[in-house]
């Protein structure tokens, strides 16, 4: 990653323990492994409260949705999750995630 990009990225940890510190319910979802063409490297972010408010990425938009929806869940009592994308699975095409990779994102809740 470009040194300009890394500075034009939100602080995505910050922002999400501000939310916390706030009394909000956070999730972060981190991208933890991709393979072939994938729209966002290991180690991307993006945490959402409960009111659907989000800042970072995993995926530049194409899964976002799908991961939000597990987020949601995830703050409301459901145990953390690994997701999975890539074209050979259904629900990547229906979400969007058609660049030919692959990628797994794990979502949590912020204690």
């Known amino acids: 990653m470009a040194e300009e990009d890394r500075l034009s990225e939100p602080d995505v940890l910050n922002e999400a323990g ?6 909000r319910k956070v999730a972060l979802a981190t991208v933890v492994e991709t393979w072939g063409s994938s ?5 991307s ?6 009111s659907g408010r989000m800042v970072g ?3 530049g938009g194409c899964i976002e949705g799908a991961v939000v929806h597990e987020a949601r869940q995830i703050m409301e ?5 690994l997701l999975s994308f890539g074209v050979s ?3 990547a095409w229906e ?8 990628v797994s994102v794990f979502v949590e809740a912020l204690g």
């Open 18 to 23: 501000s939310w916390k510190k706030e009394g």
């Open 39 to 43: 729209p966002r490297p290991v180690g």
């Open 45 to 50: 972010q993006l945490a959402v409260d409960e």
């Open 57 to 59: 990425s995993v995926s």
């Open 77 to 81: 009592g459901a145990p953390p999750k």
């Open 89 to 91: 699975d259904e629900q």
């Open 95 to 102: 979400v969007g995630l058609a660049c030919g990779g692959k």
